[in-house]
């Protein structure tokens, strides 16, 4: 199984959790699987749902910046990874 860098966690909001990435390579759709990892952060969970500016999106490309409900704590600068399917 393989990985592909797609950006970064630039703000995470602790009371919905809720990550805001910056998506600077490829892209991602709701459905897709992500992992997360940093200094102390490592996971892996499938997106449900996808928000720009509260509103609902099905697929988001370079330059978006995009919130997406996590299961764990991230942190800022933490990498996402889409996980290729096999």
Same mark, same amino acid.
Not at 67 to 70: A, F, L, N, P, Q
């Given at each position: 199984?393989?990985?592909?860098? +797609?950006?970064?966690?630039?703000?995470?909001?602790?009371?919905?959790?809720?990550?805001?990435?910056? *998506?600077?390579?490829?892209?991602l759709?709701v459905?897709?699987?992500?992992?997360? +990892?940093?200094?102390?952060?490592?996971?892996?969970? =499938?997106?449900?749902?996808?928000q *720009?500016?509260?509103?609902? !999106?099905?697929? !988001?490309?370079?330059?978006?910046?995009v919130?997406?409900? +996590?299961g764990? =704590?991230? =942190? *800022?600068?933490?990498? !996402?990874? =889409? +996980?290729?399917?096999?």
């Open positions: 199984m393989g990985e592909s860098f +797609v950006g970064a966690v630039s703000h995470y909001f602790g009371k919905p959790g809720v990550a805001a990435l910056t *998506i600077a390579e490829g892209r759709d459905g897709d699987t992500i992992h997360v +990892v940093g200094h102390t952060t490592d996971f892996t969970q =499938r997106i449900d749902s996808m *720009i500016d509260h509103a609902d !999106v099905e697929s !988001v490309g370079p330059g978006d910046e919130g997406i409900r +996590v764990e =704590r991230v =942190r *800022i600068h933490d990498n !996402v990874y =889409r +996980v290729d399917p096999d």
